[in-house]
């Protein structure tokens, strides 16, 4: 059973393809780091979480693996690479360092968005992975006017800022990976949230203006900037045009795509084959701001003189100053790869209500201020499985007598792992499901503890579809060792 390994899946972008995957059933594995107040399993399980709430059941854990691709062998010790050589062949790398700040020094992105992917292509060739999927940008044609085609990268553009530039590099690289079987890249055009529910984790470029909108609008009497011009502040006559695109049509894009191996070996721009004008953003942006304030959360002074709105609405010009660049009218971009190849998922328009309902989801939700509280399992089941192993001396069993048995539990504190037995007992366990597994059991978290603690037997759960057994023989005595 091959898995899929993914960088950057508890990233914005990443936790939605991260969805998609599992939900197409395709067997994945992440590549997570800690970080300075969660560690890789909280991230992780934060993320699915979310996921099982929303899609109302229980999900699959992926695999976990720790590391950081800003280290040789992403940061994989001496196990783990063994695991991804023997059971991975492809790769899905989103992991970057996104700011659009034109002033954005380009050390400050080189280090993850270029050697990182330096990191994620050797790290190919290491473990025999011969399918790369990167995630870079449709703006890696920096300022050139357009059309844009998907066949060109470096042609010697202007770029808007050092993002762009990173990226163009970070692609050179993946191109040059000759020695892979297939390399595909995906460039996305202005991911937003989610066009269902306006769901984001990041609120920089698009929401930046509407950000200092409601900053200053907060603090300010409505009649007083009635008049206000976001579009006049950043030197835009209204009628530029944004590529913006939902992140759920990217993720359903990107999955389709790497479902399909003939598609594979392609770039696609994933991108509005319209896109949005920036006056209509700013309507949708000043009414959701204006909704808010109604709506009882604006806490601004009951009056305000001329010289400190002036002065407040100086701040508001700076603050925007520095992401100029980014709202620059953006070119046309073809789309003749992504068209032939799943033209029948066309991107969403992005009109006004779609606007509105992600204007709306980032003043409601305090633009991600303070962040969500991590999600600890209350079981974790992996934890338990190497206690069960620790606990049973087992002799050591001739070749031919030990049997392997695959566990998937779905969601919080789940996993993926083949057993293996001898006639004494549980003697190993590892991660991910295997093609040596002469069964698999499904269940859910709920259900595992539920054995654990005696509610019912496997035989029950059997009877009642709460153990879903795969590849006779059933043996109820294997399920209720691990338990």
């Known amino acids: 059973m091959a898995y899929t390994l993914m960088t950057g899946a508890v990233g914005f972008l990443g936790r939605y393809v991260l969805r998609d995957l599992l939900l197409a059933e395709v067997p994945v594995a992440v590549l997570v780091r800690d970080s300075k107040s969660e560690s890789a399993q909280q991230r992780v399980e934060t993320v699915m979480s979310r996921w099982d709430n929303e899609v109302g059941r229980a999900l699959p854990r992926p695999v976990l693996l720790r590391g950081d691709i800003d280290l040789p062998n992403l940061g994989l010790g001496t196990d783990d690479l063994d695991w991804v050589r023997q059971n991975c062949d492809a790769l899905f790398h989103s992991a970057a360092k996104v700011t659009f700040n034109a002033d954005t020094p380009e050390e400050d992105l080189w280090d993850t968005n270029v050697r990182g992917t330096e990191n994620v292509v050797a790290l190919c060739r290491t473990a025999g992975i011969g399918q790369l999927h990167h995630v870079s940008t449709a703006f890696v044609c920096g300022l050139r006017p357009g059309p844009i085609l998907e066949s060109e990268l470096d042609l010697g553009q202007e770029y808007g800022n050092n993002y762009e530039k990173s990226k163009v590099a970070a692609e050179k690289i993946v191109h040059a990976a000759q020695d892979l079987d297939s390399v595909t890249i995906y460039r996305p055009a202005i991911i937003v949230g989610d066009s269902q529910t306006g769901y984001t984790t990041t609120f920089h470029g698009f929401y930046l203006p509407l950000r200092i909108t409601h900053t200053l609008l907060s603090r300010v009497q409505l009649f007083d900037v009635s008049d206000i011009d976001l579009l006049d502040r950043l030197g835009l006559d209204g009628t530029e045009r944004k590529n913006v695109v939902p992140v759920d ?80 009218n953006d070119p046309t971009f073809d789309v003749r790869n992504t068209l032939a190849a799943v033209g029948l998922l066309p991107c969403p328009e992005i009109d006004r209500t779609m606007l509105d309902i992600l204007s709306q989801y980032a003043i409601r939700t305090n633009f991600g201020w303070p962040r969500p509280k991590a999600v600890t399992a209350d079981f974790d089941v992996g934890q338990h499985l190497h206690r069960v192993v620790s606990t049973q001396a087992s002799p050591p069993t001739p070749a031919g007598e030990i049997r392997c048995v695959g566990l998937q539990v779905n969601g919080s504190g789940g996993g993926q792992w083949h057993l293996r037995f001898n006639r004494n007992g549980l003697i190993a366990v590892e991660p991910g499901l295997t093609a040596d597994c002469v069964s698999i059991y499904y269940l859910n978290s709920n259900t595992f503890v539920a054995l654990a603690q005696g509610r019912f037997t496997a035989e029950e759960a059997i009877a009642t579809g709460r153990v879903v057994a795969f590849g006779p023989p059933f043996r109820s005595e294997e399920l209720m060792q691990i338990v």
């Open 249 to 328: 049509w990217v993720s359903a894009m990107m999955t389709y795509l790497i479902t399909h191996p003939q598609l594979h070996g392609q770039t696609y721009h994933l991108t509005s084959s319209t896109g949005v004008a920036c006056r209509l953003m700013q309507d949708a942006f000043l009414a959701a701001v204006r909704t808010s304030a109604e709506q009882g959360s604006y806490d601004g002074p009951v009056s305000i003189d001329l010289e400190s709105l002036a002065q407040l609405e100086e701040t508001f010009i700076s603050q925007l100053e520095v992401y100029r660049s980014h709202w620059r």
